[in-house]
């Protein structure tokens, strides 16, 4: 099978819903693996729900208080160079997690503007913990014209 890459979405509204359709429909999705979703304020860990049953999940489902430590160590399996956190949210709890799971090899991919636009010392504090690990972060910046 080779590797397979482990993803964690937190943010499950528009956005975090149209990456888990995109994700449910990929030709890649044999290498893709969901395995943990997230509100702000639950989370559901699964390493055998496939990407589509994710966006039907409802109330009856098994979610726990949402811990992004336990998140993070979740998605992250026993290789975290394999592993992905997708932010989805506006929360700049979620953004103020970003150093740590860079230094700890979790490659994040975002388009939280809150990372950026917030405490400047949370840019630096990614810029430079990035700098010095071996995970990738990404983000989108909207230019005005």
């Known amino acids: 099978m080779g ?7 937190i943010g499950i509204g528009l956005v975090g819903k149209a990456l888990l ?7 890649f999705k044999d290498k893709l693996q969901l395995v943990a979703v997230a509100t702000s304020t ?7 729900k496939p990407a589509l049953e994710f966006l039907a999940i409802n109330s009856n489902e098994k979610f726990a208080a949402l811990d992004l430590d336990a998140f993070a160590t979740f998605v ?32 994040v991919v975002t388009p939280n ?15 430079i913990d ?13 230019k005005n014209l």
């Open 3 to 9: 590797v397979v890459i482990r993803i964690g979405v």
């Open 21 to 27: 359709s995109q994700l449910g429909h990929s030709k």
């Open 42 to 48: 639950k989370m559901l860990l699964d390493n055998n």
């Open 76 to 107: 992250s399996g026993s290789n975290p160079s394999n592993s992905i956190i997708v932010d989805c949210t506006a929360s700049e709890n979620v953004s103020k997690m970003y150093p740590q799971w860079l230094k700890e090899g979790i490659n």
């Open 113 to 127: 503007k809150k990372g950026f636009s917030s405490d400047y010392s949370l840019f630096e504090k990614v810029l």
């Open 130 to 142: 990035k700098l010095f690990s071996f995970s990738f972060f990404f983000f989108f910046l909207k």
